[in-house]
């Protein structure tokens, strides 16, 4: 019993260390009631951040940024921000086939769908993630405290979801795949049976195929993909 304690302790000291390290300590730390969005457009970087309201990202053919709110349109050019106080939800536009895009909110669900991107980087607190890729990006990374996770990823490489208490679901065929929660639910539609997997959980599930489970399990298979699975009490499902 005291093992296990120690064990689940220290991964959510992990876990929530990843997440809190993400922002910005002084962005992240709210003490009054205040709200606001925050975009910074740095050449072909895009950086959005709010503490509250609701973010609604998509792509189209500029060379600038737009951010919408309550009917009013901020345009960003190359090596400009811009940081609007509102609790109401932010529709943000930004250039397709960006070096990076980076995501972050505190209580706000992040909603980002057919980003091309070369590295996505999307991290909540408290509100949902919702998004997709299209265009097979570097490197995807995506971290929620209590938030759930709905992500369908098109990276050849690396794919990273985490959470402490929030359900992942991904669709992802990436060469090096890692989901973690605490208490969360994981599910991974990867559809592909020469893929190697290692699935760790101390008092959840895991089913994979016409296999389940619970503890650990490990299956080397010829490919070189490797899906890792961790939770403390969620369960693991692969399909």
Not at 4 to 20: D, M, P
Request: hydrophobic share 35%; aromatic share 8%.
């Amino acid at each position: 019993m005291i093992a296990f304690s120690k064990r689940r302790i220290i991964f959510i000291i992990i876990v929530l260390a990843i997440c809190w390290m993400t922002f910005n300590i002084t962005f992240c730390s709210i003490n009054s009631r205040a709200s606001r969005v925050h975009v910074s457009f740095d050449f072909d970087d895009v950086e959005i951040k709010s503490t509250v309201s609701s973010i609604n990202i998509v792509e189209d053919d500029i060379n600038k940024v737009l951010i919408k709110i309550d009917g009013n349109t901020k345009e960003l050019a190359k090596g400009e921000e811009y940081t609007i106080r509102t609790k109401n939800k932010a529709f943000i536009t930004v250039p397709r086939n960006l070096d990076s895009i980076k995501i972050e909110s505190v209580s706000g669900e992040i909603s980002a769908y057919d980003l091309s991107a070369n590295d996505i980087m999307i991290n909540s607190v408290s509100g949902s993630i919702h998004g997709s890729d299209n265009n097979k990006p570097d490197e995807v990374t995506l971290n929620s405290v209590s938030g759930s996770i709905d992500y369908t990823t098109t990276t050849d490489n690396d794919f990273e979801a985490e959470t402490v208490s929030g359900s992942v679901t991904v669709k992802s065929h990436a060469k090096d795949i890692n989901l973690k929660s605490v208490s969360g639910s994981l599910a991974l539609d990867n559809e592909d049976s020469d893929s190697s997997f290692k699935f760790t959980t101390v008092s959840g599930s895991w089913q994979y195929d016409n296999q389940n489970g619970s503890g650990k399990i490990e299956i080397n298979n010829s490919s070189e993909k490797m899906i890792h699975a961790e939770t403390v009490s969620g369960s693991v499902k692969v399909y």
